[in-house]
């Protein structure tokens, strides 16, 4: 059972233009939405994080969109550029302590020059 | 990658045969994890430890035991390897806080045949 899906699986977009990538989320006890950037070879690094209590974290290009009552967020690239070319992972968790995070499938991301 | 270690980073084993992936921490964080990373999967939490000799079972933890006797290192280990298990495994560590970031490992690729 998959408790966040994301979509789209991969995603090419031209420089300048806007990433936007979706998840949806199962679990009303989520309350912890990190979003991370996976570089080949490399593992995920945070990115930007939100908690349901706002509906939008912006920063720098990178903006969170929370839609609480959907059980949906997504994460939003403005002016997207070559260097943000990676693998995408939406997660969410509860609770404080061990961040045991449940992750979405993953976003390829592709910016073309 | 924050001050974390995997080893090996790769490694080919037999079906059958006892596998032993290492992690090593210099953070002095007090949550360590193992995840394992496949296409269309996203990242699973297979174990994670909340202190020295603590550890609890994650999401897909059949097939795998986990051992942390210091601070600093948690080790995955695989007691009988099989091709279902050839992956790519990182190992996070976290910290005390609210909403504390995951930071990951480079990775180990495990191939079993």
């Known amino acids: 059972q998959q408790q966040v899906k994301q979509s789209p699986q991969s995603l090419i977009v031209q420089k300048g233009g806007i990433s936007i990538i979706n998840c949806a989320y199962e679990?009303?006890?989520?309350?912890?939405f990190p979003w991370y950037q996976q570089f080949p070879g490399k593992g995920p690094a945070l990115l930007i994080a939100?908690?349901?209590?706002?509906s939008e974290k912006k920063e720098g290009r990178f903006t969170i969109s929370f839609n609480k009552s959907a059980k949906q967020f997504s994460l939003h690239i403005m002016d997207s550029q070559p260097g943000d070319s990676a693998t995408y992972f939406c997660?969410?968790?509860?609770?404080?302590?061990?961040?045991?995070?449940?992750f979405g499938q993953g976003t390829r991301l592709t910016i073309n020059p | 990658d924050a001050g974390i270690t995997q080893s090996p980073r790769h490694k080919v084993t037999e079906t059958g045969t006892p596998v032993t992936l290492r992690c090593h921490q210099t953070?002095?964080?007090?949550?360590m994890y193992w995840y394992r990373q496949d296409p269309g999967h996203g990242l699973r939490l297979i174990h994670y430890?909340?202190?020295?000799?603590?550890?609890d079972k994650g999401e897909v933890s059949d097939g795998y035991s986990v051992s942390r006797s210091k601070t600093e290192d948690f080790l995955l280990t695989l007691e009988s390897a099989t091709s279902s298990q050839t992956s790519v495994y990182f190992c996070?560590?976290?910290?005390?806080?609210?909403?504390?970031?995951?930071?990951f490992g480079s990775g180990t690729q495990l191939s079993v045949l």
């Open positions: 996070a560590i976290s910290g005390t806080g609210l909403d504390e970031k995951l930071f």
């Open positions: 679990n009303t006890a989520f309350d912890y």
């Open positions: 939100i908690r349901p209590d706002v």
């Open positions: 997660a969410a968790s509860m609770g404080w302590g061990a961040q045991k995070l449940v």
């Open positions: 953070e002095n964080h007090r949550y």
């Open positions: 430890s909340y202190g020295v000799k603590d550890t």
